[in-house]
């Protein structure tokens, strides 16, 4: 089953811990995005990579990292940095400029 | 400045009465414009986008570069159609910016 795969599918951080949420993506796109949902807010972009090995920052990045290693996969770390991490995040992948995004399942992430 | 706007957060619509759910953008080139739509319990999936001008599940959505919107409408909503509803842009480069969404809620 071709597609987004996002793991796990809730998680839980501590205070100053980092955490980071995997992506992974079979359909061979070239470029992967990280989201941000919040209510009321839509989708922001926290990074987004062309291609594997090169990575942008999107809108609301501070407190994020991420890696592109392999054209599959594009973690996304959770920093302590990251004041108000509490939300739901989305990865995507698209063939290229101006294609249509393909979406994971989310990962929801809540503080203890 | 790049900008999506839904200016509803909330739509309620009765059953088989015509649907419209706005979107308006500001982009200075030649916009890709897309609606995406997030059924209760499932992944944000591609509805439809304005290069293709194709009906998908009864919706259809006009570029009007004169008015830049993009509204997607359907004559007949159905109770299926609840969902949560986002209009793209994409800008040229890698980068997509989306509205605020707006929920459809279909009442029997």
């Known amino acids: 089953d071709g597609g987004i795969t996002q793991s796990p599918k809730y998680l839980f951080r501590k205070e100053g811990q980092n955490v980071t949420l995997s992506c992974e993506q079979n359909l061979n796109h070239d470029a992967m995005y990280w989201y941000r949902q919040d209510p009321g807010q839509g989708l922001r972009l926290i990074y987004y990579?062309?291609?594997?090995?090169?990575?942008q920052k999107g809108d609301i990045a501070e407190g994020y990292s991420v890696s592109r290693e392999k054209k599959e996969s594009f973690p996304l770390t959770v920093t302590s940095a990251q004041k108000n991490p509490t939300a739901f995040y989305l990865c995507a992948s698209s063939m290229g400029r101006n294609q249509p995004q393909h979406f994971g399942d989310g990962t929801r992430l809540s503080i203890l | 400045a790049q900008r999506v706007t839904q200016p509803e957060k909330l739509l309620s619509v009765f059953k088989g009465a015509p649907v419209e759910l706005k979107c308006n953008y500001s982009?200075?080139?030649?916009?890709?414009l897309f609606w995406y739509v997030q059924y209760s319990r499932q992944r944000l999936q591609l509805l439809l986008r304005h290069i293709s001008r194709e009906s998908i599940k009864g919706f259809t959505a006009d570029l009007n570069k004169g008015e830049t919107s993009f509204h997607l409408k359907k004559p007949f909503a159905q109770e299926e159609d609840s969902a949560m509803y986002y209009c793209?842009?994409?800008?040229?480069?890698?980068?997509?910016?989306f509205g605020t969404g707006t929920r459809l809620k279909v009442l029997a």
């Open positions: 793209a842009l994409g800008s040229g480069t890698y980068k997509y910016i």
């Open positions: 990579s062309q291609i594997v090995n090169d990575f």
């Open positions: 982009y200075s080139g030649s916009p890709e």
